[in-house]
């Protein structure tokens, strides 16, 4: 089991940054791929970006591609998102998850290969 939570969202103006950090619990975390998804007042989920277990291989989102960074670290159990150049269109809840399989070599995009997720939090970005 890996619980996840969410912090570091807030109200931030267009074009500035904001760090996104997701605290897990669990053996397991090490072994797991980690995704951020986020989620706009009626729309789907969408995938945000994701990094394998070993933090080799990074995924982004083409609308988040030179501007959001995954990261993580094992010893800490945590991963993060810094997101910069924030755009109004980036206002959403953002939520954290970890694969469903251990030791996947290319982290995926799909939310079904996530089983566990956060509360998410609120990232709210005006123009």
């Known amino acids: 089991q890996v619980q996840l939570v969410e912090s570091g969202g807030g109200l931030v103006q267009a074009g500035g940054s904001l760090r996104l950090s997701c605290a897990a619990s669990?053996?397991?975390?090490?072994?797991?791929?980690m995704g951020w998804f986020r989620q706009a007042p009626e729309k789907e989920r969408e995938f945000v970006a994701a990094i394998s277990w070993s933090a080799g291989t990074s995924n982004y989102a083409d609308s988040v591609k030179g501007r959001f960074t995954i990261s993580r670290d094992n010893p800490k159990n945590t991963v993060y998102l810094q997101m910069n150049s924030l755009k109004p269109e980036d206002t959403a809840v953002y939520y954290c998850a970890a694969d469903s399989q251990m030791y996947r070599r290319v982290p995926v995009g799909a939310r079904d290969n996530y089983d566990y997720w956060g509360q998410g939090t609120q990232v709210t970005v005006s123009s």
């Open positions: 669990g053996r397991t975390f090490s072994t797991r791929a």
